[in-house]
Every structure is written in C-alpha cells, then in structure tokens.
C-alpha cells in the first residue's frame, strides 16, 4: 500500500504563490508516476501537473503551465507543487496522486493512490 498525505493549501491573494507538499509513505518506488489533479465545487477533477521519477519528465495543464510547478530535485518521498502568480479560478481541492503505470498522465482512472486532498483559496 502506498499513502500519500497532502500538506501547505491556505488562503491567498491573487497573485500571491502556495507551495504544496505531498508526502508518500509504503511501498513507493521511483518508477511511481506522481501527479497532481484539483477539484474545485461543482466541477469534475482535473490533472494539473505530474511527474515520472523514473525518467525526469514534468508535465503540465496548460492552464497552470508557466505558472506551476514540480521542483525535480524533490527527495523522492516528497513531491512538491509550486504555484506562482495565484488566481481566483485556481481556487479548489488539491490532491496528491500516485500512478504504477501511466499511458497519458493526465487521466485520473490512471492513479492507483490518493491523498486526502487540501485546500486552496485565492481570493480576487
């Protein structure tokens, strides 16, 4: 079993950066692919960025791309999100995934394991 525990959602201003931090735990390997996905209410979650360990390949949403990102110097426990120049649309609940395989990275039936989720609030 793989458990992986989201931390660092808050309330910010527009424009404003959050750093979010997902901690694994159990039988976790770096072939793992790890992702990010959010859902905000009354939407359907959706992928925001992910990382393969294995081969050093980040990959982002268009939306939050120039703005979030996967540091990938992370230790190998821990996969940080750092998103920069906040907005009020990126407002929802953010979850850690993880993956054994993935075809796309972006399709959340991929992911065999997730967080809890944790919070994020941009206000305008």
């Known amino acids: 079993q793989v458990q992986l525990v989201e931390s660092g959602g808050g309330l910010v201003q527009a424009g404003g950066s959050l750093r979010l931090s997902c901690a694994t735990s159990?039988?976790?390997?770096?072939?793992?692919?790890m992702g990010w996905f959010r859902q905000a209410p009354g939407k359907e979650r959706e992928f925001v960025a992910g990382?393969?360990?294995?081969?050093?390949?980040?990959y982002y949403a268009d939306y939050v791309k120039g703005r979030f990102t996967i540091p990938i110097d992370n230790a190998k426990n821990t996969v940080t999100l750092q998103m920069n120049s906040l907005k009020p649309e990126d407002t929802a609940v953010y979850y850690c995934?993880?993956?054994?395989?993935?075809?796309?990275?972006?399709?959340?039936?991929?992911?065999?394991?997730w967080g809890q989720g944790t919070q994020v609030t941009v206000s305008s």
């Open positions: 990382i393969r360990w294995s081969f050093g390949i980040t």
């Open positions: 995934a993880a993956a054994v395989r993935v075809a796309t990275m972006t399709a959340e039936y991929e992911y065999d394991y």
């Open positions: 159990g039988r976790t390997s770096d072939s793992y692919t």
